[in-house]
């Protein structure tokens, strides 16, 4: 194709990014002051299309209704914490698009579930951090290192863990997992991905101690393996891959 073609398509595509439209974003709201149940709010919103769905939010709250709640901090899909459910998927609102999601219908936007919900968009994480500080996500090595020196580790055996050092416990995996929604006790996707990244670290002699945590009637085994996790997370973790690596390492030890 030559330069004289390719010209206007960019014009174009400036022109078409540059054209706003009104979108319909439906949020359920609660405000456990006011309201025995949540209810369903709609807003229309001015957006480009290259706007996230947390640029809509925030117009709503800037623009039009300041009680609106939600998390977030770095909007760049670092910090984990604007995940929610949005037309019925988990995502981060920082790294959803509203060109990507079909605007000729309105979008929906509600809490996450399987944690108790404290206001619109914004649920409880203490139990979904306890889960995650039960499975002791921290390099345990009961001798110290050389003086001076750091622990070495060959490129493979930093790669048999380098998925799972992905995490930015955003809970979207965990929130839609229906064995959690079910199963206040379970330990949840995100807290054996945790796990994971510490009982395959060559580094870490405590993988027994780990594995025998999840070796419980409310650890990996109630994993009914619906991929559910992996579809949901944001940082492209293969969750489901790692809870069937941990089942494994339940079984045979660590390999
Ligand atoms: S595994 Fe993925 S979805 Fe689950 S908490 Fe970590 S980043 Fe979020
Ligand atoms: S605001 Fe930090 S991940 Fe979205």
Redesign the pocket.
Same mark, same amino acid.
């Given at each position: 194709m030559s330069l004289t073609q390719e010209a206007p398509a960019a014009g174009n595509d400036v022109e078409e990014a540059l054209k706003p439209f009104t979108v319909t974003v439906i949020i359920r709201r609660f405000d456990p002051e006011t309201m025995e149940e949540p209810v369903w709010q709609d807003f229309d919103v001015q957006m480009f299309p290259t706007d996230r769905v947390l640029d809509a939010l925030h117009q709503i709250k800037w623009e039009q209704d300041g009680t609106l709640a939600f998390r977030r901090s770095c909007a760049h899909g670092i910090c984990?914490s604007d995940a929610m459910r949005i037309n019925g998927r988990n995502r981060l609102a920082c790294k959803t698009l509203i060109k990507d999601l079909d605007i000729s219908q309105p979008i929906y936007v509600e809490a996450i579930k399987g944690l108790p919900l404290e206001k619109d968009l914004i649920v409880d994480m203490e139990p979904f951090f306890e889960s995650f500080r039960e499975v002791q996500p921290f390099l345990m090595a009961s001798k110290p290192a050389e003086k001076g020196k750091e622990r070495v580790q060959s490129v493979a055996e930093r790669a048999r863990f380098d998925d799972t050092t992905?995490? !930015?416990?955003? @809970?979207?995996?965990?929130s839609s997992c229906p064995v959690f929604w079910t199963d206040g006790q379970y330990f949840g996707? @995100?807290a054996i *991905?945790n796990a994971h990244r510490f009982i395959f670290d060559s580094r870490d002699d405590q993988a027994e101690v780990r594995l025998d945590i999840l070796n419980d009637q409310e650890g990996v085994w109630r994993c009914r393996t619906t991929f559910n996790?992996t579809e949901?997370?944001?940082?492209g !973790?293969q *969750?489901t891959k790692a809870i069937a690596e941990v089942k494994q390492a339940v079984l045979r030890g660590r390999a």
């Open positions: 984990g992905k995490c !930015i416990l955003c @809970a979207a995996c965990t996707p @995100a *991905v996790c949901a997370c944001p940082r !973790i *969750v």
